[in-house]
């Protein structure tokens, strides 16, 4: 199993510092892979780990069917909702935009490869600025044994699995910890964590 992040240059976190959100708003990401299930497969695994920095975190659920009985079926549509509407209405601090960039398993002969590519922005809703932004990627490999009779018949049994279930949630979990926690890289502790104010 092998996780990691892209190198980019570091992030800074002037903005961050300046306008430190208590309470994100997550929109359902929008969706550049071929998987059709990656939207809410990542949308699923984004609160914990926001939660645990220290963050008030809005039900993405809620949100979601809220923002679908309002006119915006499309995570599409979501995504250009007005700040001064997401402050006025849901009292926002800050809203997280998200999008998965490759969600899903790739099969070669013997050999399988899942995974997940996200990139986010947090924007604060009171003036607009880009408080942050990330990349997190990760990647879970199943790789042969030497036995090409027995490599033949588990890459059989694993793609059927994975046919009926989405392996990429499990990935996008370790993806969104890249994507949060990478020191110096990920974002810094919210107000509800016993490290807030910390450098990360």
Known sequence: MVAGCKTAPPP??????????????VLPPLNQSTAVEATYGYLSTVTLPLAEMGYYVFPVAVIDHFL????????????QAPLEKVREIIGADAVLYVTVEQYGTKYQVVNSATVVQAKARLVDVKTGLVLWEGVGVAVESSGGSGSIIGDLIAAAITQAINTSTDRAHKVAIMANANLFTTPKR????GPRHPKFGAPQ
């Open 12 to 25: 800074d976190y002037t903005n961050f510092r300046a306008h430190h959100p208590k309470s994100v708003l």
């Open 68 to 79: 679908k009985e309002n006119g915006m079926p499309t995570a599409g549509e979501m995504h």
């Open 186 to 189: 990920g974002l810094l502790y």
